[in-house]
């Protein structure tokens, strides 16, 4: 297994490459000679970079080859269009990408076994729950842009929300594998329908409906969405049924409907979806900005540096995308998307490739955050669907993003780990590996 | 699980191929519409540090100049309007936050000299430091501009005047209107502020009413009535209409009455003398279906392709195919009512097409592109846009709005040795007292210009305006001026 580290090695470096090539490009338009501090910040990205390879060789040493190289290249081409959009932004963004690290690091340290996890998973819950409250409680809750999901501890600003994404996805693998059986088999009928009995699906349906009305009550349609697509994908893959998916979809449409209904940001934000061009210069000034960057960029770019991607607000958080589309056109566009495709095909195939229920859910889990978040935001800045802000995953500024995002890299890359031995070890191991089967 | 984990991948590979189809319309296929957006200001950031021709009235009046500036802002220039709030809907304004607009959008390329012409006749420029800009000559007279302006006073309304043999616009003014200079400056902030202050505006300032406004032409459109009258062969000039107070209107209770309530009638050429809306109303009936196409011929449906961001409006008329279930439509439709709307603009080109043997010129408001050394490099081609009638209809029609003036509803429109023709409207609204119209077109015998006028809800005389009263002095001043008497 130690040719997957020297692939991932040498597809690291490429990435690391594509990144300093990046930088120096973005900064000829303005100084036409290599910036100052370019040696500055390659060399920590390349340390950062050597680091969590090393990491990996020593903790996870039979893990996947391409997550990590791909997480690298995407946080590259997301730090080089930081810098461009803001140079302040872009030093903050090193501190978080060491942040993402360490907690990438840390994830591979703690977390030795995956199966370790499903054990705790009501202690999870609680805590991505927590995770969810924090915002809201008084004194350390703070509301930026509109929506409450940050908490703010001395000069320190972040969103638990972030977290609760990851912790909560444990808890959902955990009780679903657990529960699948009961919720496959289901105890009533209804014409074609077999339901399960509402003692085993209600946990769930709670858990669910309270981390939506928290989001909701946060103003993070986003977040909302995307809880509903992963949980509802989780279900399908555990039990198999489309009748859950089916439930989900009802469910997502109702609620859709009564937010709608209820609040008036919900209502702006699916009138300047539809039609934003009586309002291009007020509530849809964001989206027709971003139409334009992608008008403007066209298919090879206005290259890097030489577009005006500071017109669109939020470039660097929400519309970082637009950003991109604008200056590297069309086809660097589709290059991020491809990246992350290759990402998420990656972690399926993790999740394939487990042998045991729960890392094989919680893998799927945590790549169907990944895909939908991509879908969401992309979605949302192309006009595919009403544009609601969550971040790119490993591009868009933002440090509680990065460094959760950089534990789903560890806890997949874990799990892989884990497939590879259990793989390599089976005729040595004669009893399964000790630890509580779930109950 | 696998299967399902399968499907769910599946299904998250066919939204990213959502995303790159989405991309590519947004990229490849919309690409060109987007990064040309009149409201996409990346074009225009990216010329507002280059040198800048100046926009210049035929009559050599400077309406937009540069000037170098230092203002302690990454930029170089400041463009400025000397005459303020006189031609912000021709010459538009070049803004770094809001884009470009009129003149200064449409010609940006000659403005900053990246016209070919411009380029080769600057070779010689290189050698001794000028820079190769161009300066944009429009048709517009300022003397005829500004007593468009005094004329039309603090009444709400436009004026429209061009050359019916060219498409030259001679002068083009709406009221209210505001200076653009509050949105070329170098302060994102303050452009902001002034923009939303004007949008805010319930006289919305910023609507270019002359092009991009629609109203009821009232009597005015009774010009076009005739045309296709004549035209089609339904009448002649000397064909009797009975003396009537008013038209029962086919499938209603409802009747059309003439201006007054009084009986009007007699034939073609008498009516339109008189103005008789008993008449026009018949007309409309009789021509029915016909009626739709004699109208589009004038132009009606269409936009008017003048030379300016953002694009005129276009005029509407009676609907195809609707005569049968609406047939009072088309009555209204005779006397300018109903179904029709039209901008000032487009009945300004309905004049010149009758001024003009019944071909109407494409409309345009800049004349030729000079280069620094004031060589004319490029001039703009006059061509045909709407063969709307014959001459000899054309001629007749011209006849019949001779007589409007001499002794019908125009008289307040005579210039002394000049044979004015002219049709007055006034034109029922439902939100206050009727808009006051006027058409006109001068020397009769060799038109040179052909005007429209409206005042919006009667101006000074309110519920008293008729077209001939309020809107006729106007079009006498501005013409009065152009033929120099």
Known sequence: ?????????????????????????????????????????????????????????????????????????????????????????????????????????????????????????????????????????????????????????????????????????????????????????????????????????????????VSILVMVMQKDLGSSLLFFAVFGAMLYAATERAAYLITALVLFVGGATIAHRLFDHVQDRVTTWLDPWPVAADEGFQVVQSWFAFGTGGFSGTGLGRGNPQLIPNAPTDFVFSAIGEELGLIGAVAVIAAILMFVGSGFRIALEAERPFPKLFAAGLTVIMGVQTFVIIGGVTRVIPLTGVTLPFISYGGSSLVANFVVLGLLLRISDDNARARGLVRRRTSAPTGATPS | MNRAIGRVGTAVIALMLVLVGMLTYLQVIHADDLANDPRNVRAALKDINLPRGPIVTTDGEVVARSVPVDDGTEFDYQREYPHGNLYPQVVGYQSFVLGSTGVERTYNDHLVGRDPALRLEGIGDVFSGQEAVGTVVLSLDHQLQEIARDALGDQRGSVVALDPTTGEILAMYSNPTYDPSGLAGHDTKQINQVYKFLSALPDKPDLSRAYRERYAPGSTFKTVTASVALETGLATPETPYPEIRSLDLPLTDAELSNFGGQSCGGTLAVSFRRSCNTTFGQIGLDLAEAFVAGAAAFGIGDVPPIDLVPEAALSIGPRAGTFQDEQPQFALAGIGQGPVSTTPLQMALIAAGIANGGVIMEPHVVKEIRDADGDVVRTIPVREWKTAISPVTAQAVGAMMVSVVEDGTGTAAQISGVTVAGKTGTAQTDTGDPHAWFVAFAPAEAPTIAIAVLVEHGGSFGSEATGGRVAAPIAAAVMRAHLGR
């Open chain 1, 1 to 209: 297994m130690k040719s997957r580290r020297n692939v991932e090695l040498r597809l690291g470096l490429l990435a690391v490459g594509i990144t300093g090539l990046g930088y120096v490009l973005v900064q000829l338009p303005e100084k036409s000679d290599i910036p100052a501090d370019l040696w500055f910040f390659v060399t920590i990205f390349v340390g950062l970079y050597v680091l969590a390879h090393m990491a990996v060789l020593q903790f996870a040493p039979n893990a996947d080859p391409s997550l990590l190289p791909l997480a690298a290249m995407l946080n590259g081409i997301g730090f080089v269009t930081i810098s461009r959009l803001d140079p302040d932004l872009a030093r903050t963004q090193v501190g978080w990408m060491a942040a993402g690290m360490a907690a990438f690091f840390g994830t591979l340290v703690v977390v030795r076994r995956i199966r370790t996890l499903e054990r705790y998973r009501y202690t999870f819950l609680l805590l991505g729950l927590l995770a969810l409250l924090l915002p809201l409680a008084p004194g350390i809750g703070k509301t930026i842009n509109g929506a409450r999901l940050w908490v703010g501890i001395g000069p320190i600003n972040f969103q638990p929300g972030e977290a609760a994404k990851v912790l909560l996805v444990i808890f959902f693998a955990a009780y679903l594998v657990d529960k699948r059986e009961l919720l496959s088999s289901g105890s009533r009928r209804l014409g074609r329908l077999v339901l399960p009995s509402v003692k085993h699906l209600g946990p769930l349906l709670l858990a669910w409906a």
